[in-house]
């Protein structure tokens, strides 16, 4: 487990440094078949066998890159909040609570351990934007749009 937690930290900082761009990396992503995720936004971060277990009642567009397909944006939704229970490289289980940028990132990375790509979510008549394209036409919007009430169909009157 340590090894492939080592090579994701160090791919992930390769990618960025590269890209100029990247939060997160799944271990299927290096070919690695384990439920590993790292996550760098405030500080590193390994979630083992991570799963959702509660979301919020709003969802929220967003406008997702991956490193899989570095130049296509495609526009899915997430779930704006949500929990996560996963255990830490130690083994022991946590659970935390997202928003946001951060809920959607790890819904992403959760994806892909379950073998989801953004290609395979995508919202709307136009889901999918090369990222030059987004530079250049969309480059000042920003990628997360605003939460809303998940949408459920409402119970129709039994006849």
């Known amino acids: ?3 492939v937690a080592d090579s994701l930290q160090e791919t992930l900082r390769d990618l960025k440094a590269r890209h100029g761009m990247g939060r997160g990396l799944a271990a299927p992503q290096i070919g690695a078949p384990i439920r ?6 405030d ?3 390994f979630l ?11 969802d929220f567009h967003v ?12 526009r899915v939704t997430r779930a704006y909040g949500v929990v996560v229970r996963y255990q830490d490289l130690a083994g022991e289980t946590h ?3 997202a928003e946001g940028a951060l ?14 790509l953004i290609v ?20 000042q919007e920003k990628r997360h749009g605003d939460p809303e009430p998940r949408w459920t169909p409402k119970p129709q009157p039994v006849v």
């Not at 083992?48 to 709003?58: C, H, K, L």
């Not at 997702?64 to 944006?73: H, R």
Request: charged share 30%; glycine share 6%.
């Open 120 to 139: 395979d979510r995508p919202i709307g008549l136009d889901p999918f934007c090369y990222r030059e394209e987004w530079n250049k036409h969309r480059g």
């Open 43 to 45: 500080e590193p971060w």
């Open 1 to 3: 487990m340590r090894v």
């Open 95 to 97: 659970e935390v609570s």
């Open 48 to 58: 083992v066998n991570p799963e959702i277990v509660d979301i919020g009642e709003t």
């Open 63 to 74: 406008w997702d890159d991956c490193f899989s397909i570095p130049d296509l944006f495609a």
């Open 103 to 116: 809920a959607e990132l790890l819904q992403h990375e959760i994806d892909h351990l379950d073998g989801v």
């Open 36 to 41: 590993l995720i790292y996550v760098e936004v």
